[in-house]
């Protein structure tokens, strides 16, 4: 059952242009995270935001979450040819304790 | 820095053959994950758990076992592995909040393991 879909599935921007990835999501949520995944690897987890925040930042990147419309979204900005990865956002359903995928991403920057 | 190892980078094996994914973490963590990515199909979740000897099915778990005899040490396994099976594996694990079983919080994810069954 898949929880959190992202948009669009690719990306392909300039270096230095600003990358928004957007995840929508079904049911209620504790929390919203957001993972990068170089080719052939394993995640790395970025960011968490909890049902109860509106936005969270980290370095360059800016997470929103609109729990009354059931998305969020994930903004890269200035973004360098090593951002390219896929970004996955992932939930977990309140009562429930699975934390599940959407199918991600793909990013690529352009040097 | 915290880590989470997968046995194998990259493994091949028979239709048929009894396969073993092993997954150990150094970060004392609770609870563990075992996930199967697929192109189009994202991450699905084969089998968790929140304590030792404790394990709970996730969306896939047919043609899937478990095992976590040891708090840093949870092990895949495939009984009679298919060509369906195979995929990229990937271990992950992360604390356990208090009063919850699962905490929600980050997963530590390892490298993964390419498996392809011939």
């Known amino acids: 059952s898949q929880q959190g879909e992202e948009d669009p599935q690719a990306l392909s921007i300039q270096e230095g242009e600003n990358a928004t990835m957007n995840c929508s999501y079904k049911t209620s949520i504790n929390n919203l995270q957001w993972y990068r995944q170089n080719s052939g690897r394993g995640l790395v987890h970025l960011i968490l935001?909890?049902?109860?925040?509106r936005e969270k930042h980290s370095g360059r990147l800016r997470v929103t979450l609109d729990t009354s419309k059931k998305s969020s979204s994930l903004l890269i900005t200035a973004s360098r040819a090593a951002d390219t990865a896929s970004y996955f956002c992932a939930t977990c359903q309140g009562g429930s304790e699975k934390l599940v995928f959407g199918k991600g991403t793909k990013l690529t920057v352009n040097p | 820095d915290v880590k989470v190892t997968q046995s194998s980078r990259y493994l091949v094996k028979r239709t048929g053959e009894k396969v073993f994914l092993e997954c150990v973490q150094d970060?004392?963590?609770?609870?563990m994950f075992w996930y199967r990515q697929d192109p189009g199909l994202g991450l699905r979740l084969i089998y968790f758990?929140?304590?030792?000897?404790?394990?709970e099915k996730g969306d896939i778990p047919e043609g899937y076992s478990v095992s976590r005899e040891k708090k840093e040490r949870f092990s895949l396994i495939l009984e009679s592995a298919s060509t369906n099976q195979t995929s990229m594996y990937l271990c992950?694990?992360?604390?356990?909040?208090?009063?919850?079983?699962?905490?929600?919080?980050?997963?530590?994810f390892g490298s993964g393991t390419q498996l392809s069954v011939l």
């Open positions: 758990s929140y304590d030792v000897k404790m394990k």
């Open positions: 935001i909890r049902s109860n925040e």
């Open positions: 992950a694990s992360s604390i356990q909040a208090a009063n919850i079983r699962i905490s929600n919080e980050k997963l530590f």
């Open positions: 970060m004392d963590h609770e609870n």
